[in-house]
């Protein structure tokens, strides 16, 4: 199982917030935990098998939001392995493994 984070790097409006919840596809999973308001970074978390196909609708929704960074952790529970992206204007910037 995998715990995957999506994060903006700077503070969004809710309504931002909102738009980058629906434009990254999201709100397809159930399990997820977003709660939006105020000018707060966008934060989303759910847990899935694989995280393939949130990694590419990132990539892609990231280019709605010229400018605004955004960082996606893949946390691999069963081995303590988590792997960092980077995206930024539709683009993967940055891909990193990390090892505990």
Known sequence: MRAIT????QALDEAQQVEV?????MEHHTD??????????YSATIAM???RD????VTKGSASF???EFVLEDLDVDSNVATTYRFKNGELIEK?????
């Open 6 to 9: 999506i994060k903006s790097l």
């Open 21 to 25: 919840h629906y434009a990254f596809g």
């Open 32 to 41: 997820d935990v977003f709660k939006p308001g105020g000018e707060e970074v």
């Open 49 to 51: 098998e694989d995280a």
């Open 54 to 57: 949130v990694v590419e609708s």
């Open 66 to 68: 010229p400018g605004i």
């Open 96 to 100: 990193k493994f990390n090892i505990s």
